[in-house]
């Protein structure tokens, strides 16, 4: 790319393009070390890179305003969210300016009837359920950490709902966005589906901030269950835990979350959360629906369980109990850092079919035990999506070398068995080659060409998804 389109440093620009920034922001943009650190996407094993300034918009005007200027002076532009990213999505490797939209919090509309709701994009999933928790309705999409809105669409995130519910990319029916030189559009409308021109929607959802800042997001909304049951089942492999949950499916079981955690993952939640579970490999399961459906559907679960190994399965009934599960399955992460003192965390994903889980984990799982690996997995059985989480001694100097050789054969791995390089945390930083390797570079030129056309001087989350 010619030099002149670059993205340059912010501390490039003339003295009066600065004090023109603090006219429109004021108080509101920072240039404090303290600040920029905490917007450096330092989450995960990913070297954190600061931003030059951080610029706390609060309404969709103030992010126009700010792309514009950005444009305009080829500043890097990074929006920030919750900043719980963790393949180096937010890290300001070219400097610039972070976007914080924490402040746009605002629920716009919540409609009960057509079941959408609309909301700023610094809205958290807990913040959106606690307003809904009135109005029988629910947001189902729950990744680990409690995300912003705007953020689960730019990742395109999933969690333990997503075997029923599906993912931010099955449940965002429209997205306002601010384009790189200020336009602000609308990408689709309140309909549940539409056939009208291009999916800008979609183009948007797992763009990780590259072709468009999002400022508002419009969902759909989901029934709460008349009734809920959870439980767990411990098997005596892995395979078998993988086969019962293909069984399950293909006998129409709808689970409405239906997690695996091995052994070692296991251990790690009873030591961290307090639970008494047998150390094996152990399925997480929840069913929504009326209390004789749910019954069928346990005991059809059991008996399938039966046939393929299970060791023993108990059933949550009381809402404590069931909390106290989830709460052991969302701490995961940090249950395993809790293994080795000061441990640097790397969280890695990938999404095989679900017919070729079994193999892609246990030929992981090979891969960590030849290594002397200490690691963890745990995944979303129900859609194919599996996470490795390494807790690294920062003391050990081979650790990190070894970590990567296991991820880069997983997902080596995951792309030959039909699979992708992530099924949930996007590419960021970590998984730029992997990209290539899963499309092919005449679909990544393409994509690289969208990027051109929409962002032209590679202002927005410069450095990201595209290998250098």
């Given at each position: ?14 003295d ?49 305003k ?76 729950d ?12 990742t ?15 449940n ?13 559009i ?7 589906k ?122 949550a ?99 030959a ?19 290539v ?32």
């Amino acid at each position: 790319m010619n030099a002149e389109l670059l993205p340059r440093p912010l501390g490039e620009a003339a003295d009066e393009a600065i004090a023109e920034l603090r006219g429109i922001f004021g108080t509101r943009i920072s240039f404090a070390e303290t600040v920029c650190e905490q917007h450096s996407g330092l989450e995960g094993h990913h070297q954190g890179a600061w931003p030059e300034a951080v610029v706390y918009a609060e309404t969709t005007q103030d992010v126009a305003k700010l792309a514009a200027w950005c444009h305009q002076r080829r500043i890097p532009l990074i929006a920030h969210g919750a900043g719980t990213s963790l393949e180096g999505n937010l890290a300001a490797v070219r400097g610039g300016i972070a976007l914080d939209l924490s402040a746009m919090a605002n629920i716009v509309e919540v409609n009960a009837d057509s079941l959408f709701c609309t909301v700023e994009a610094g809205v958290t999933r807990e913040a959106l359920n606690q307003e809904l928790r009135h109005s029988g309705l629910f947001f189902p999409i729950d990744p680990g950490a409690n995300a912003t809105l705007g953020g689960m669409s730019a990742t395109r995130a999933s969690g333990t709902n997503a075997v029923r519910y599906g993912t931010m990319r099955n449940n965002v029916l429209s997205l306002k966005v601010v384009l790189a030189d200020g336009t602000i559009i609308d990408t689709g409308t309140r309909a549940p589906k539409s056939s009208a021109g291009y999916d800008l929607t979609a183009l948007f959802v797992g763009s990780e901030g590259t072709l468009g800042i999002i400022t508002e997001v419009t969902v759909r909304l989901h029934g709460l269950p008349d009734m809920v049951v959870a439980g767990t089942c411990a098997f005596e492999s892995l395979e078998g835990a993988v086969r019962a949950v293909i069984a399950g499916l293909q006998c129409g079981i709808p689970f409405a979350r239906i997690e695996l955690l091995d052994s070692r993952q296991i251990a790690a939640c009873n030591a961290y959360s307090g639970l008494d579970l047998v150390e094996l490999p152990t399925l997480f399961f929840e069913f929504h629906g009326t209390q004789q459906s749910i019954s069928e559907q346990v005991e059809l679960f059991k008996a399938i369980g039966e046939e393929h190994g299970v060791s023993s399965l108990d059933v949550a009934d009381r809402a404590e109990d069931r909390s106290k599960l989830w709460k052991a399955r969302h701490t995961a992460y940090f249950a395993t850092k809790a293994m080795v003192p000061n441990a640097k965390m790397w969280s890695t994903d990938v999404c095989v079919p679900i017919g070729k889980l079994a193999e892609s984990i246990l030929e992981t799982q090979a891969d960590l035990a030849r290594l002397g690996v200490l690691a963890t997995i745990v995944g979303h059985v129900g859609d194919g999506n599996y996470h490795v989480l390494f807790p690294i001694d920062e003391a050990d100097p081979e650790a990190f070398g070894k970590a990567r050789t296991v991820n880069d054969r997983m997902v080596e791995r995951a792309i030959a068995l039909g699979g992708t390089c992530t099924g949930e945390h996007g590419i960021g930083l970590g998984k730029r080659t992997a990209l290539v390797l899963e499309h092919g570079s005449a679909a990544v030129s393409l994509m690289a060409s969208i990027k051109k056309v929409m962002d032209p001087h590679s202002v927005l989350n410069p450095g990201k998804i595209f290998p250098d």
